[in-house]
């Protein structure tokens, strides 16, 4: 396969021969033809008044009227008879014309028998130049042919000076040739090869490398739209990375979160098998630590369910106009029956109406509000844990305040992420899966929100988020 500089050179070539060689051949010729047509017709002038000349000459001989015609004019004039004999040439005596051959078979000779005259060129022995010869019939007395002829020096000169000329300029066009050869080699395949090579370090891998080719025509064209692809894919293989990451730490949280209830589990039935499923008080015991675990358990396959319907997109939001108060409440009375701290008050606190309408999925914020309130109690000793319902413009506020333990600024940034639970909550409480509040995060944002948080160490945590209100249903 020839490379792009050896076509692009053989298709200047080729243009070049075709556009400028064809050209000067095809002039060359014209012109040549035209110099010998013009020198021609002078000669034929020259023939009809040498022809003028001897029909009124009769005092002097031919070979004299030859002689002096040839002396003015500069030219040869050659005197042929009716039989081919020559009877007279300027510049030769009587004694050289005896010797010369016979004319009649001289090819513009033939021609002027023929025709109104005759012409040709050719290369004089006699006088070792190249000639032109015209002859005409001119009937006068022995005479029957007159030829007149002139060297070809001076046209052959000019010739020769145009073709040196020529030359000249096919070899100045052919240096442009090769240095454009260049430029355009410099132009175009080195950034194309560098592109290349670019692309080949990224096919090895090499998400980094860039392709400098700067500019803004097509090339640069093409090497920006490699650095974008490579940039595209770079951070896609990045993410792709993370995510199968992500995953894999997620997949070791899940069995670790999984195995330590299950071995809970089965180890009080062992227990109790092995003999203390007689002795009433213990088994009891070993019994309702077993729902516990078992209760953790499905709260776990729970979230877990969640989140990768979260993962696959399944998790839909069938968002509609509710009233928010009753859920709330419901959830409120629930907590308060659950909860087994007196020191924890729960209440709401609702700043605006009976009813709260907003738009959202009453399931989903359902378990909004059931995860943050579950968290409040959870990580509160004593105090209140206050519902806040508020109007705010065209939005309805909500927040969940507690006056419990708090969570460190730097535990703040993570306790949306997946199975990320505080130290201090992982040595309070053995309940929990650490999933609750990335499921709550989700449902927030899939009602157009944002979850926001405040919190100081000792003092409490709210957590609050808005939802669209609806003035009246
Ligand atoms: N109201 C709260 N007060 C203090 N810490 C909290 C509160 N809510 C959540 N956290 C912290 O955020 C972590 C993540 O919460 P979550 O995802 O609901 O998991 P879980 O409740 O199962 O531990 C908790 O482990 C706890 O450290
Ligand atoms: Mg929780």
């Not at 109790?272 to 088994?283: C, T, Y």
């Not at 992420?417 to 499921?439: C, D, W």
């Amino acid at each position: 396969m020839l490379k792009i500089r050896q076509k692009l050179f053989l298709a200047l070539f080729a243009l070049l021969s075709l556009g400028l060689l064809s050209p000067t051949l095809f002039i060359n010729r014209s012109i040549d033809r035209e110099v010998k047509e013009e020198i021609t017709s002078t000669l034929l002038s020259h023939l009809k008044a040498f022809s003028l000349y001897l029909s009124q000459n009769n005092s002097l001989s031919i070979t004299e009227i030859a002689s002096d015609y040839s002396n003015a004019t500069d030219l040869r004039i050659t005197l042929i008879a009716k039989e081919g004999s020559v009877l007279g040439e300027s510049g030769l005596n009587e004694t050289q014309v005896s010797q010369m051959d016979n004319h009649l078979n001289r090819p513009e000779i033939q021609m002027a028998d023929k025709e109104t005259f005759g012409v040709a060129t050719r290369y004089s022995s006699t006088l070792k130049k190249d000639y032109i010869y015209v002859a005409i019939k001119a009937e006068s007395g022995p005479v029957f042919y007159i030829r007149a002829a002139q060297t070809l020096d001076f046209a052959n000169s000019l010739i020769s000076l145009r073709q040196s000329y020529q030359y000249r300029i096919i070899f100045l066009v052919s240096m442009v040739l090769v240095f454009f050869t260049f430029l355009v080699d410099r132009w175009v395949t080195s950034p194309i090869r560098r592109i290349a090579k670019v692309a080949e370090k990224i096919k090895t891998g090499d998400w980094s490398t860039r392709s400098q080719v700067k500019g803004t025509d097509e090339i640069a064209d093409l090497s920006r739209s490699i650095n974008d692809m490579a940039d595209t894919l770079g951070t896609d293989i990045a993410q792709i990375l993370k995510m199968s990451e992500v995953r894999s730490e997620f997949l070791i949280n899940v069995t670790h979160e999984l195995k330590t209830p299950i071995a809970s589990i089965s180890g009080y039935i062992e227990t109790l098998l092995s003999g203390a499923l007689e002795d009433e008080k213990v088994n009891r015991s070993f019994l309702k630590r077993s729902l516990k675990n078992t209760r953790r358990l499905e709260a776990l396959v729970t979230d877990l369910v969640d989140i990768s319907r979260i993962e696959t997109g399944e998790l839909t939001m069938n968002i509609s106009q509710i009233d928010i108060l009753p859920i709330i409440e419901e959830l409120v009375r629930d907590a308060s029956l659950r909860n087994d701290n007196e020191d924890i008050e729960i209440k709401i606190n609702n700043t605006i109406s009976d009813q709260v309408f907003v738009e959202a999925d009453p399931d989903r914020i359902h378990q909004v509000f059931n995860n943050l309130i579950s968290n409040a109690i959870r990580y509160t000793d004593k105090g209140q844990i206050v519902m806040n319902i508020e109007s705010k413009g065209d939005r309805v506020h909500f927040s969940v305040r507690d006056t419990g333990v708090g969570i460190n600024k730097d535990s703040i940034q993570r306790i949306f992420e997946r199975f990320y639970r505080t130290q201090n909550a992982r040595s309070r409480v053995k309940s929990g899966t650490g999933l609750g509040l990335s499921i709550v995060r989700h449902i927030i944002e899939a009602h157009g929100a944002n979850i926001e948080v405040e919190s100081e160490i000792d003092k409490g945590t709210t957590f609050s988020f808005e939802l669209k209100k609806i003035d009246k249903i």
